[in-house]
């Protein structure tokens, strides 16, 4: 497993645990591997989700480090 999917799941981990999420998401991180939330869960997985994004790498680190707008990436 790819050092960001580590830090993914430890940081998505941290913000699920005060509030969780309704549903299931996948984030697909290009060349490292994917990452899969449900409820207060993340976890290294490609599981099916309700929702799936794919970022590339260095986007993906930005949005969990607040640098970008997850809106500005989607676009």
Not at 51 to 70: H, K, N, Y
């Amino acid at each position: 497993m790819s050092d960001i999917i580590d830090q993914a799941v430890a940081a998505l981990s941290d913000k699920l645990a005060d509030n969780g999420f309704d549903g299931s998401a996948l984030f697909v991180i290009e060349g490292e591997g994917a990452v899969r939330i449900e409820g207060e869960t993340a976890e290294a997985s490609d599981a099916e989700a309700d929702v799936t994004m794919t970022a590339e790498a260095a986007t993906f680190r930005g949005i969990l480090d607040g640098e970008v707008s997850p809106t500005a990436a989607f676009m």
